[in-house]
């Protein structure tokens, strides 16, 4: 059960991070989108180059062609985290829906689930239970008494909680 529980914690955990880590994406990407002709963080004028190297290849652009970069990287970047955030949020609903669904499941029967009211805003009361009706012969029609087939393994006496072998 533990085990579950702490599956069911991480779940809700994972799926709310994912949620905030989308928006920053989101956020990142109108950032990035509205920056204009920007090369490593700082602003460019017509007639500059930008070059960017990675994993040993460069690549050159001037002003016209990282603006068009910027724009192309901030919309991927606000799909992707527009993607992430609704569908972490929509695991994080689900995730939420199923542990309210175990905890009404897990209520008493006969008793109103968590978070409702009982009857008329009183306390709730238990259901009727079956009565129970002994056959003839029941406990309290004679029934024979059974004694320990090993009395030795029953000692007679007092019980004492605090006492040590």
């Not at 799926?15 to 490593?40: E, K, M, R, Y």
């Not at 910027?70 to 992430?84: D, H, P």
Request: with cysteine; proline share 8%; hydrophobic share 30%.
């Amino acid at each position: 059960m533990s085990k579950f529980l702490g599956e069911h914690v991480k779940d809700l955990i994972y799926s709310a991070l994912g949620v905030v880590f989308g928006g920053f994406l989101v956020f990142g990407g109108i950032v990035t989108h509205n920056s204009g002709a920007d090369c490593d963080g700082t602003a460019m004028s017509a007639g500059q180059t930008c070059v960017t190297t990675s994993k040993g290849s460069s690549v050159e652009r001037d002003a016209a062609e990282q603006e068009a970069q910027n724009k192309r990287t901030g919309w991927m970047l606000i799909g992707g985290g527009a993607v992430m955030s609704l569908g972490c949020a929509f695991w994080l609903r689900s995730n939420l829906r199923s542990r309210r669904g175990r905890r009404t499941a897990a209520a008493p029967q006969g008793y109103a689930p968590a978070g409702q009211p009982g009857a008329q805003g009183q306390w709730p009361t238990p259901a009727p239970q079956p009565q129970v009706q002994w056959p003839q012969g029941g406990p309290a029609y004679g029934a024979p008494t059974y004694q320990p087939q090993h009395p030795q393994n029953h000692p007679q006496g007092t019980y004492n909680p605090n006492y040590r072998r």
